[in-house]
């Protein structure tokens, strides 16, 4: 089985350019399922309905995100409404719309993804990713031959430990929230796959999407501007897997295309 992984997907220029490549890079890479992060796919900060709709068109068959999920205002509705849409699932608001995990039949196999939030520089809103995780698990135990966790985190550290603390319990772990491709795609001792982070969807001459001029004044000058996306030409990088018949992966590899 081929699975590929994309990295946040920003703004109107990402889910644009994400619209006109995937169909393309689906067929010609033979992909059997495909795993988007979308948390930044709307004009402003977050996934609104319009964005994610355009990312399953383009054939995404379950959308991750992180920790924008709510900031576009009237989508609690469409998180309930929509199974392949998913937030955070170690949220503390036991109350939160939508849900943090979801099972996609195939027919002979089912997929399971996981969507982790980390703790480590993201607030106080969410619970321990790591306990969270061996919960679903226990959940998913027999339920699904393919495991895939998208753990939307600050700090490498927690990425990396996540990796090891999940290798041969699930099929691939990645991260994402950075918006900067790593370079450490690779399979793990016990058969997971798994790069630290899986980079972004948007415009190439930008800082995390944005517009580079307004980031610099705020690092150089201490200028609070508001955010504006940048322009131009775009990149889309994430990672591609390859599993075995039982859902072990055996090959990983970081993938970037313009």
């Known amino acids: 089985m081929r699975i590929l992984c994309i990295g946040d997907v920003c703004q109107t220029a990402g889910t644009q350019f994400l619209a006109a490549r995937l169909p393309e890079i689906i067929r010609q890479k033979s992909v059997d399922f495909t795993m988007v992060n979308g948390e930044n796919s709307a004009p402003v900060n977050g996934i609104s309905r319009e964005s994610a709709e355009e990312i399953f068109r383009a054939g995404a068959d379950v959308i991750t995100t992180g920790n924008h999920w709510r900031h576009y205002k009237g989508m609690g509705s469409y998180y309930d409404q929509c199974p392949y849409l998913l937030r955070p699932a170690n949220l503390r608001d036991a109350g939160a719309p939508g849900r943090g995990w979801c099972l996609y039949d195939m027919g002979r196999t089912v997929v399971a993804v996981v969507n982790l939030c980390g703790t480590v520089f993201l607030g106080e809103e969410y619970d321990n990713p790591f306990s969270a995780a061996n919960e679903i698990l226990q959940e998913l135990e027999g339920r699904a031959q393919v495991i895939l966790v998208d753990f939307h985190a600050e700090a490498t550290s927690e990425k990396r430990a996540m990796g090891f603390f999940l290798d041969g319990k699930v099929t691939a772990v990645m991260g994402t929230h950075t918006h ?37 004044s705020r690092f150089v000058h201490g200028e609070r501007q508001k955010f504006r996306p940048a322009e131009g030409p775009c990149r889309m990088t994430g990672m591609l897997v390859e599993t075995d018949t039982s859902g072990r992966a055996v090959k990983a590899e970081a993938v970037s295309f313009e």
């Open 180 to 216: 900067v491709q790593t370079a450490d795609a690779c399979v793990l001792p016990g058969g997971t796959a798994y790069i630290t982070d899986l980079g972004m969807t948007g415009p190439i001459q930008s800082i995390l999407g944005m517009n580079t001029e307004i980031i610099l």
